[in-house]
């Protein structure tokens, strides 16, 4: 049913589980419809309460896959887009709650999965990074609004203008994340978290949800972002935006 994921469920309790460790859990074009199709298949188990999204191996998600994108395709870059921003909605908009258990790096497309689901539990050692305008590309897919809705507009601007990467404990700081924990202690914290939450009626937590996220959506209007995609699709096309790209990539590899 999945090829680069894993969707599980026991009773209340299910997870979801990004599933390319050796390349650190990229979101290709097929693993953002997975992920879609996964939220899809947890609102058909009505028992199922709580889901738990995280990446297997060193690292939750190393954001958005280049190659993927850049590569020969049937889709349009504006597809892409789209298909990011339906991920986004399809995970925030899940019957069950949704908690990320984060480790290692969290970048770009990455953190703006993480911002769509409920909660954020946080390994100490792990670090998040928003790449985009480095990359010459505006963070899509709904990231913007996600961002202003939990860490307000002047810290959004400055972590996507910038670029710069910031650490479990400025997250925190920020309010992005709930909880930081000893690395050992992460995966026994979030299914402690489940659990406990997985114990309360289904009524009562999706009461909680939709209202929550209804005021806040009155805030911020994450439905604005259908035109992310546009976004994209231009930046992909622009010159400067290309050489942006290119002097990235080179930086990148010449540190790796």
Not at 42 to 67: C, M, N, Q, W, Y
């Amino acid at each position: 049913m999945f090829e680069t994921l894993i969707a599980e469920s026991e009773g209340p309790l299910g997870r979801i589980t990004l599933n390319r460790p050796d390349k650190l859990n990229p979101l290709s074009t097929e693993t953002l419809q997975e992920l879609a199709r996964a939220a899809r298949y947890f609102d058909e188990r009505p028992e199922v309460k709580v889901v738990i999204v995280s990446g297997k191996g060193r690292a939750f998600s190393a954001g958005a896959d280049l190659t993927s994108f850049s590569g020969p395709s049937d889709l349009s870059a504006q597809e892409v887009g789209e298909i990011g921003r339906q991920m986004a909605d399809a995970i925030e908009g899940m019957r069950a709650l949704a908690i990320a258990e984060i480790q290692g790096w969290c970048v770009g497309g990455g953190l703006v999965l993480a911002a769509a689901c409920d909660l954020r539990v946080v390994a100490e050692s792990a670090r998040f990074s928003i790449p985009e305008v480095d990359l010459g590309i505006p963070l899509a897919w709904g990231g913007i609004p996600r961002l202003v809705r939990e860490i307000g507009p002047a810290m959004t601007k400055e972590l996507v203008l910038t670029c710069r990467p910031f650490d479990a404990a400025e997250a925190k700081a920020s309010g992005f994340v709930n909880r930081v924990v000893p690395d050992t202690e992460l995966s026994k914290t979030v299914q402690d978290l489940a659990e406990s939450l997985c114990e309360k009626a289904s009524l009562t937590l999706l009461a909680t949800k939709r209202h929550v996220n209804a005021v806040t959506d009155q805030m911020v209007g994450t439905m604005r972002s259908w035109s992310d995609a546009d976004g994209l699709a231009i930046a992909l096309q622009d010159e400067d935006c290309a050489d942006a790209r290119r002097r990235y990539l080179t930086r990148r590899s010449e540190k790796s």
